[in-house]
Nanobody
């Protein structure tokens, strides 16, 4: 059974950095698309960053210049480096993956584009 496991969340202060990791079991990263989403209390889950199989990267406007998505195929892992964190970044962060390579942010940013999801890791940024 495919399983995605996120880690690296925590409680930090405004301006701090965190690095989230997502490791897959029974699934090989490499082809397809991978992404990070987040869900703040009382809000819908929202796209944060995506990396299609061709190596391009996509970001939500709210995190551009502060967050960096990357992957390590050899370690079957996906990462999200988050710098200059703000209180509005507080949310549960989820990794997701699909067998399909999405070449546009329009498709890469939709929840429905992804088949497999992790359980989430909480990020809390205090002011």
């Amino acid at each position: 059974q495919v399983q995605l496991t996120e880690s690296g969340g925590g409680l930090v202060q405004t301006g701090d950095s965190l690095r989230l990791s997502c490791t897959a079991s029974h699934l090989t990263f490499g082809g397809g698309s991978m992404a990070w989403f987040r869900q703040a209390p009382g809000k819908e889950r929202a796209f944060v960053a995506g990396i299609p199989g061709n190596g391009d990267t996509y970001y939500a406007d709210s995190v551009k210049g502060r967050f960096t998505i990357s992957r390590d195929i050899a370690k079957n892992s996906l990462f999200l480096q988050m710098n200059s964190l703000k209180p509005e970044d507080t949310a549960a962060y989820y990794c997701a993956t699909s067998h399909v390579t999405y070449y546009s942010i329009l498709l890469a940013s939709k929840e429905q584009s992804y088949l497999y999801w992790g359980q989430g890791t909480q990020v809390t940024v205090s002011s």
